[in-house]
């Protein structure tokens, strides 16, 4: 049931990042290496910054937490086609620890990151398909590669035995819907500057 009412409270934030203008464009037809690299770009900050200082807070309630690290493979695919990124790019800490202050806003981030595992099988068949002059294997996007299934429902099992109350169920769905909005606004037409990303309220 909880889950029912996380996919489904979670739904309209979902459908907008997915109907992003950026996500759109890496599923079309014209996509290119400009498209896939920009968009590995806009991800690799936040993706390594919530490693960096929400990764700690997670086991051990999710207790292969560091299998589930993925910003070294954006490394690689961004290395694989030389192209530049800067380390230092990521929100800071008291920037995650505020938006995510405990256990179950960060769980419900999490449910947003790993749930992208499952669209990324589609969308490395269909970068197979259009970048055809030496695309190399996303490593992102297929990060679990044959275990992709079994990684999402351990992470589901893991993620239902967690709250203990409908209120710590409401911070994870809370955590989750804050992530989907700041995934949206990172992959928007803005240029990506994390001054003003950082001061954006997205409790509201």
């Not at 979902?14 to 037809?29: F, G, I, V």
């Not at 695309?135 to 239902?160: D, H």
Request: aromatic share 14%; charged share 20%; glycine share 6%.
């Amino acid at each position: 049931m909880f889950i029912q009412n996380l996919r489904a409270l979670s739904a309209e934030c979902h459908k907008q990042l997915e109907t992003n203008k950026l996500s759109l464009a890496l599923l079309s037809d014209h996509v290119n290496e400009n498209i896939y690299l920009n968009y590995l770009i806009r991800l690799y900050g936040f993706v390594k910054g919530f490693e960096q200082f929400m990764y700690p807070m997670l086991p051990p309630h999710f207790k292969n937490i560091t299998e589930r690290k993925k910003a070294h493979f954006i490394e690689e695919d961004l290395g694989n086609y030389g192209a530049a990124y800067y380390k230092n790019t990521s929100p800071s800490e008291s920037f995650f620890k505020e938006t995510y202050p405990d256990i179950y806003s960060a769980a419900g981030a999490l449910y947003v990151l790993e749930g992208s595992t499952l669209g990324g099988q589609i969308i490395v068949k269909h970068l197979q398909k259009k970048l055809t002059s030496g695309f190399v294997n996303s490593a992102y996007f297929s990060a679990y590669k044959q275990k992709t299934g079994s990684m999402w429902k351990e992470f589901l099992q893991q993620l239902t035995t967690l709250p203990p109350s409908e209120l710590e169920e409401k911070q994870i769905i809370a955590g989750a819907i804050i992530t989907f909005k700041i995934i949206d606004d990172l992959l928007d037409d803005s240029p990506l500057t994390f001054t003003t990303y950082e001061h954006r309220k997205y409790h509201k």
